[in-house]
Every structure is written in C-alpha cells, then in structure tokens.
C-alpha cells in the first residue's frame, strides 16, 4: 500500500482563498505604484541628476533623539519598517493559521525558498570569487524576491492562472522575506547597543502582554510601535526588524466570536498604506541611479554586476526549481493538482525581480562606497527586467493554456481568479 501524499496547496480553504485573493489584489495595486515610483526615479535621477540627489541627501529630524536622517535614510530606516510590519503581520498568520502551519503542506515552498536564496548567493559569491576584482560583500543582494513587484507582473500576464500558483509565489516570497530578515539582522549590523535593543524588545514583549490582554486599538499600539522602532534605530541593528517583531508578537488566533483576528485586522488597515506609499516612495528614493552605455556595459563587465544578473535571473530558476524537485521527490508532498513543472519554472523566473529588499540590501552591502552601490543598484534593476521578461514569456504560454482549459470545461476549472464570484 502506497504511503498518503499532500497535495500542495490542492483546494485551499475558503478562508485562506479570500484571504489570498485579497492580499494578491492589494500587493498587485501596490506593484504598479512601485514601479510608477521606479520609474519616476530613474527618470528625475538623469534628467536632473543634481535635483535628485540633493532630495535624497537633504537631512531633517530629531537630533537629540540622533533621527537626523537623510531622506534616503528615512525611506530605507522608516518607511520599510512598515512593509516589514506587514511581512510580521503575513508571517504570523501564515504560521498559526495559514499554509506555514501544517510542515507537509510549507514543505515545498520552504525547500524552494532556502535554495531560492542560497543558490542565487552561491553564483555571485562563484563570480566574484572567479574574476578579478570581485566583491564578496554583495552576496546577500541576488536572494531577495520582491513579492508586490512579482505579482504586479504575474497580474498583467496570468489572469486565468490557478491560484495554487499564486498561493505557491506568495508563501515561497514570505519565506524568502522572513530569511532576507535574518540576514540583515545578522550580517548587516556593525555595532551594537545592547540596552537599546533590550528596551526595543521589552516594548515588544509589552504589546505581546497587551495583546494578550485582548486590547484591540491600534491607536494604543502606535506609540508601542514608534519606541520600539525608535530604540532598534538606536541599538544598531536595522530599524526594520522592529517591524518584523511586532508582526509576530501580534495575536493571529481567532477568539470565540471573533471575525478576524488582530493580526489579520492590522494587515488590513497597515497593507494600504505599505503597498500605496512606503515601498512606492521608497522605490522612488532609492532606485534612482545614472542609466548610462557605461553604467551597463559595467553591469555586464564587472562581476559584482554581473554576479547579481546571473543570481536574479539564473539562479532563483536553478534554486527554486531544483528545491521544489527535491521538496517532491524525498518528501510525501506533491504539487497542487493541475499544476505542471512549467508553472514552477515559471514562478521561479518570476521570483527573480529582486528590487525592494535587493536594493535594501545593496544599499547596505557597499555603504560608504557610492560607485559600487550605484552599479549594484543598476545590476537589480537591470535583472529584476530580464526575469519579468523571461517570466513573463513562460507563463504567458501557460496562461493561454489555462485559459483554453477553461473554455473547453466551461469555466469549471476551480481555483483560477477568474472563478472569484467577486470578480465583475
């Protein structure tokens, strides 16, 4: 007698489908502000290089308070703390009540996440090590996927494509963000002060207490929220993490009665406001770099541009297909039914937009040295192109193949966006 499978994301619950639905509607609204702010960026950056860059280096804030920051600072220091608050927000419902909570159903698209990161790490760290001139620090840069950017595409290419697919990029893409976490906190942090972070994580562990209590205000919570970012500020390491902890110290279980959980009720009033202006201005503040024959040719030339190209476009296909095959092949877990290896393929081309937290992570790899976080810079948006294209190639295919699916079983086919009864 054969052993029992799982199937992938086969089916899923009403509940998590809404909620998926949801969170796809708003993260692919929040996509196309990205790039109207990436593209706005690129534009002023060389039309009127001088304007742009005396915008972004232009310093306010509390001195006293040491929050006399750049408003390049403050886009990356600030206004991501509020996508990583949601990211906490994603990852705390997803591991107590979302696909994270059962190990035989996160399995796949954790193994396709770990090596989604760490083979695109492993090319450029090849490259760098291999040519002369290399840079070592960059190698965390090509191991971020940038989830509203992807679903942004994925939108405008794959209306009829099932929602398995999209479950699969959304929780692969928190996984990703929840490592990407880990590797700013560990890796990008020189100093540090450990009373400030003592005080940032016992402000967190008194909203968790809060929490507990069952007080529900999110007016209550704020100033919490501002002195534990405040203090995280303060003790070295990246702001952002303050974020992520108060994501997960927020109460994701349902209580009797209860509609929605805090946790899902903050992500609802918080998703707007990350998705609508922090990533759109912080793409605008940050992705304004010199496009030039020069500038691309050393994209292509150098190896820490070329190490970044090859790990977004190359290795995210690599990493992630081959964890998803092996995710397959040693564990009791299959794909979602009516899925085939060209969808994952696809996905995986598409998990190469790196952007948002790839930039992050350049900014803070070559801090101190503007050339080199320039053509960095120049190296995630030159890739995160080439995966939308290749992505968008591949699941156009399979897009028209869904589609045709559908006609011939007169739109019976479960689990595509178009079957939303909410859809007009």
Same mark, same amino acid.
């Given at each position: 007698?054969?052993?029992?499978?799982?199937?992938?994301?086969?089916?899923?619950?009403?509940?998590?489908?809404?909620?998926?639905?949801?969170?796809?509607?708003?993260?692919?609204? *929040?996509?196309? /502000?990205?790039? @109207?702010?990436? %593209?706005?960026? =690129?534009?002023? +950056?060389? !039309?009127?290089?001088?304007?742009?860059?005396?915008?972004?280096?232009?310093?306010?804030?509390?001195?006293?308070?040491?929050?006399?920051?750049?408003?390049?600072?403050?886009?990356?220091?600030?206004?991501?703390?509020?996508?990583?608050?949601?990211?906490?927000?994603?990852?705390?419902?997803?591991?107590?009540?979302?696909?994270?909570?059962?190990?035989?159903?996160?399995?796949?698209?954790?193994?396709?996440?770990?090596?989604?990161?760490?083979?695109?790490?492993?090319?450029?760290?090849?490259?760098?090590?291999?040519?002369?001139?290399?840079?070592?620090?960059?190698?965390?840069?090509?191991?971020?996927?940038?989830?509203?950017?992807?679903?942004?595409?994925?939108?405008?290419? *794959?209306?009829? /494509?099932?929602? @398995?697919?999209? %479950?699969?990029? =959304?929780?692969? +893409?928190? !996984?990703?963000?929840?490592?990407?976490?880990?590797?700013?906190?560990?890796?990008?942090?020189?100093?540090?002060?450990?009373?400030?972070?003592?005080?940032?994580?016992?402000?967190?562990?008194?909203?968790?207490?809060?929490?507990?209590?069952?007080?529900?205000?999110?007016?209550?919570?704020?100033?919490?929220?501002?002195?534990?970012?405040?203090?995280?500020?303060?003790?070295?390491?990246?702001?952002?993490?303050?974020?992520?902890?108060?994501?997960?110290?927020?109460?994701?279980?349902?209580?009797?009665?209860?509609?929605?959980?805090?946790?899902?009720?903050?992500?609802?009033?918080?998703?707007?406001?990350?998705?609508?202006?922090?990533?759109?201005?912080?793409?605008?503040?940050?992705?304004?770099?010199?496009?030039?024959?020069?500038?691309?040719?050393?994209?292509?030339?150098?190896?820490?541009?070329?190490?970044?190209?090859?790990?977004?476009?190359?290795?995210?296909?690599?990493?992630?297909?081959?964890?998803?095959?092996?995710?397959?092949?040693?564990?009791?877990?299959?794909?979602?039914?009516?899925?085939?290896?060209?969808?994952?393929?696809?996905?995986?081309?598409?998990?190469?937009?790196?952007?948002?937290?790839?930039?992050?992570?350049?900014?803070?790899?070559?801090?101190?040295?503007?050339?080199?976080?320039?053509?960095?810079?120049?190296?995630?948006?030159?890739?995160?192109?080439?995966?939308?294209?290749?992505?968008?190639?591949?699941?156009?295919?399979?897009?028209?193949?869904?589609?045709?699916?559908?006609?011939?079983?007169?739109?019976?086919?479960?689990?595509?966006?178009?079957?939303?009864?909410?859809?007009?």
């Amino acid at each position: 007698m054969s052993e029992p499978t799982s199937e992938t994301f086969h089916r899923l619950p009403e509940r998590e489908r809404r909620t998926l639905l949801d969170i796809f509607r708003a993260e692919t609204t *929040g996509g196309f /502000l990205l790039l @109207a702010g990436a %593209a706005i960026a =690129l534009v002023w +950056a060389n !039309v009127a290089p001088e304007s742009y860059s005396s915008v972004v280096s232009f310093t306010f804030g509390p001195a006293q308070l040491n929050l006399d920051l750049s408003v390049a600072t403050w886009a990356k220091d600030g206004l991501l703390a509020i996508f990583f608050l949601v990211v906490g927000l994603e990852l705390k419902r997803e591991f107590v009540c979302g696909e994270l909570r059962k190990p035989a159903e996160a399995i796949v698209p954790m193994v396709a996440a770990v090596l989604g990161m760490a083979v695109p790490a492993l090319v450029y760290v090849l490259v760098n090590d291999l040519a002369q001139g290399g840079d070592l620090r960059g190698w965390a840069i090509p191991a971020a996927t940038d989830i509203a950017f992807a679903l942004a595409v994925l939108a405008v290419i *794959g209306s009829a /494509l099932p929602t @398995a697919l999209r %479950a699969f990029l =959304l929780t692969l +893409a928190v !996984v990703d963000d929840l490592l990407a976490i880990l590797i700013i906190a560990v890796v990008f942090t020189d100093s540090l002060d450990f009373v400030a972070l003592l005080v940032s994580f016992a402000i967190v562990g008194l909203y968790w207490f809060l929490q507990r209590r069952r007080i529900g205000s999110l007016w209550v919570y704020l100033p919490l929220w501002l002195l534990a970012w405040g203090f995280m500020h303060e003790s070295g390491v990246h702001a952002t993490i303050a974020g992520v902890a108060i994501g997960l110290a927020t109460r994701a279980n349902l209580d009797p009665g209860e509609r929605e959980s805090p946790a899902e009720r903050f992500e609802h009033q918080i998703r707007p406001v990350s998705a609508g202006v922090a990533v759109p201005l912080f793409a605008l503040f940050a992705a304004g770099v010199t496009i030039s024959a020069d500038r691309l040719a050393q994209v292509f030339s150098e190896p820490v541009g070329l190490g970044i190209v090859l790990g977004l476009v190359l290795g995210k296909i690599i990493g992630i297909t081959l964890g998803t095959y092996l995710a397959v092949r040693y564990t009791r877990a299959t794909l979602a039914q009516g899925l085939a290896w060209s969808d994952v393929v696809g996905v995986s081309a598409l998990a190469g937009i790196g952007f948002t937290v790839s930039l992050l992570i350049a900014s803070l790899a070559f801090e101190g040295d503007p050339a080199v976080e320039e053509m960095a810079k120049t190296a995630v948006l030159v890739a995160s192109v080439i995966a939308a294209v290749v992505a968008s190639a591949l699941l156009s295919r399979r897009n028209a193949k869904y589609k045709r699916l559908r006609r011939d079983n007169a739109g019976q086919i479960p689990g595509t966006v178009l079957d939303d009864p909410r859809r007009p």
